[in-house]
């Protein structure tokens, strides 16, 4: 199949942060490049998204052929769309990063990687593109998740201090022939989408994200519980009919278990006509929006909740 389009575009990669333990030192797997641009310089693991792939099956196949790395949890950090990130074109780049067992996985570089090797992350070299400003994001994530969301970090002994192994010397922060560029400090904004349509979750996540929220996803109530359990989110999203567990009794069980979170639910619907949703909408004294909705109609919504709040 052929694809045409009228207007210039943008390419679409991935790149991954995969930080390994080994005893007591947390170390980052870094590839050298074998091929222009930043030809033998190191850089994330990563590539192009192929047109018949998803982000997550790229980030994975990327990495199992850049480094041999395979069969991990990859979780998705942040978006890159800095007009001038990449020398080749307009490449805008979905970040993932994860947290292995350094033992279990060993790096052996294939495809365009000339060598893929751990680094300690404090003694890291100069990186290609802006991979220092994703490694430096991804450090402080792992910092964050490890404290206030342990689910996932199960690994990580009692003696490493995270507060010495996760922070970068500004000799790092020296991307090759880039400005550093230094991520900003503050907590940013959480929002939990709970919707049974991954896609459509997936596609609003990647919006928020580059609206500067951090997003977490969920497939239904009853995995929505456990995460809000977790984590006190500034935006719940949430569709009304799912299996399992709908937008409904979430709420309600959200209710019984953190009542100052249910003032900051947005509930959406592809249903124009149920009188049951619609009596519950009333009911909860919540918002509503219609699928499919534009991006401003979201924010829209959650500038009201900011506003009540």
């Not at 402080?140 to 690994?155: M, T, V």
């Not at 790092?172 to 880039?178: E, G, I, M, R």
Request: overall charge negative; proline content about 7%; glycine content about 4%.
């Amino acid at each position: 199949m052929s694809y045409t389009y009228e207007y210039p575009r943008a390419a679409l990669t991935v790149d991954c942060v995969v930080f390994g333990l080994d005893h007591r030192e947390l170390k980052v797997l870094l590839i050298e490049r074998g091929i222009e641009p930043f030809k033998g310089k190191w850089a994330l693991p990563g590539g192009f998204v192929h047109v018949d792939e998803t982000l997550d099956e790229a980030a994975r196949r990327e990495l199992s052929e850049e480094t041999g790395v395979k069969e991990i949890f990859l979780e998705q950090l942040h978006t890159y769309s800095t007009v001038d990130r990449d020398p080749r074109e307009r490449v805008v780049s979905v970040a993932y990063y994860a947290l292995v067992k350094m033992a279990e996985h060993e790096a052996k570089a294939d495809s365009d990687a000339a060598a893929a090797q751990w680094f300690p992350v404090g003694q890291c070299p100069p990186l290609a593109f802006d991979h220092a400003e994703i490694l430096a994001a991804a450090l402080d994530r792992l910092k964050s998740r490890a404290h206030n969301q342990p689910i996932g970090f199960e690994s990580l002994p009692p003696e490493l201090n995270l507060n010495e192994n996760l922070n970068l010397p500004q000799a790092t922060l020296k991307s090759h022939d880039l400005k550093p560029v230094t991520p900003p400090r503050s907590r940013p904004k959480t929002m939990l989408i709970v919707d049974d349509d991954p896609e459509f979750a997936d596609t609003i996540r990647m919006q928020m994200e580059a609206d500067g929220y951090r997003v977490e996803t969920a497939t239904d109530g009853v995995e929505a519980i456990k995460k809000v359990m977790l984590v006190d989110y500034s935006i719940i999203l949430c569709d009304m009919v799912m299996p399992n567990m709908g937008g409904d009794m979430f709420y309600l069980a959200v209710e019984g278990l953190k009542p100052q979170l249910g003032k900051r639910f947005i509930f959406m619907t592809g249903y124009l006509k149920d009188p049951r949703v619609d009596a519950f909408i009333k009911r909860a004294h919540a918002l509503m929006i219609w699928k499919p909705f534009p991006l401003h109609v979201l924010l829209e919504a959650i500038k009201m909740i900011e506003r009540k709040a």
